[in-house]
């Protein structure tokens, strides 16, 4: 791990940097850290890729900062964490939240966009359920804790086979989200709430895009990342067999491997 600092956001960004090349950012999903993306270091970093992994404010062992987190100020600082690397352009990664993120710094950035890959993720703002769901959620981490709420997100996160047969991956879900603190949770299930409608930038977006998806992800399924790669032309979708939400966990090889026959097209 190493850290970074932002002054113009009073914040100091934990993140991983393994490998050398084509700097690859990957971002992480809610309600975890940088952790979740370890199955990739070593299969990326072979690859003349530069994966770097950023624990976003509040999560991990980043501090919060000094702005309201949102999905547009995250992506932000995204650029800001680049730019103090001096990194350019990058490929930008996500999956779920991540994936939101990078959607959002692609259409604020696209210049500085290599690439995007985007797994299990949609470009939809939530409903008017979905955001009272988030409502019940915040008022579920206020009177339990952070902890009791992860661990009730863990069932639906995993597909049916990855319980039944990856008991170290389930505990490894478990690990790294039940770790992060009830602020950082609450004010990205306020950000997840009000993010913005991500589709209108999609389709004048024009880099290489990888859409990734698990087999039995339940949160945002096959057929929700099928629409989303309509709206990006010229994209390629890839499902990631016995997987759920998190494709990248529950199957890594199948999606290391999606990953890195995208990523030799752009070298």
């Known amino acids: 791990m190493k850290t970074i600092d932002l002054p113009q956001r009073g914040l100091r960004l934990a993140y991983d940097d393994v490998g050398t090349g084509l700097p690859v950012v990957l971002l992480h999903a809610f309600p975890f850290d940088r952790e979740m993306w370890s199955p990739q270091h070593g299969p990326l970093s072979v690859l003349d890729v530069r994966v770097l992994a950023p624990d976003f404010p509040g999560f991990g062992r980043s501090t919060a900062g000094s702005d309201p987190f949102t999905i547009e100020g995250a992506a932000d600082v995204v650029a800001d964490f680049l730019a103090a690397l001096n990194v350019e352009r990058a490929v930008i990664g996500g999956l779920s939240m991540g994936g939101y993120v990078a959607m959002a710094f692609a259409r604020k950035y696209p210049e500085r966009v290599t690439a995007l890959v985007l797994a299990d993720t949609r ?6 359920q979905a955001r009272e769901n988030r409502d019940k959620a915040i008022a579920a981490v206020k009177a339990d804790g952070a902890a009791k709420f992860a661990e009730g997100m863990i069932p639906k996160l995993l597909c049916e086979s990855t319980t039944k047969n990856q008991p170290q991956v389930v505990e490894f879900v478990r690990k790294v989200a039940t770790r992060q603190p009830a602020p950082a949770v609450i004010a990205a ?47 390629e979708l890839a499902h990631i067999p016995d997987a759920g939400h998190l494709s990248n966990v529950e199957n890594p090889d199948a999606f290391n491997a999606a990953v890195a026959k995208f990523l030799k097209k752009v070298l």
């Open 123 to 128: 470009p939809a703002p939530d409903d008017q």
């Open 189 to 235: 299930l306020e950000a997840l709430r009000d993010r913005p409608d991500a589709t209108p930038g999609l389709a004048s977006f024009t880099r290489p895009t990888l859409v990734l998806v698990g087999e039995f992800d339940a949160v945002t399924p096959p057929l929700s990342a099928a629409r989303l790669a309509a709206h990006v032309a010229g994209s």
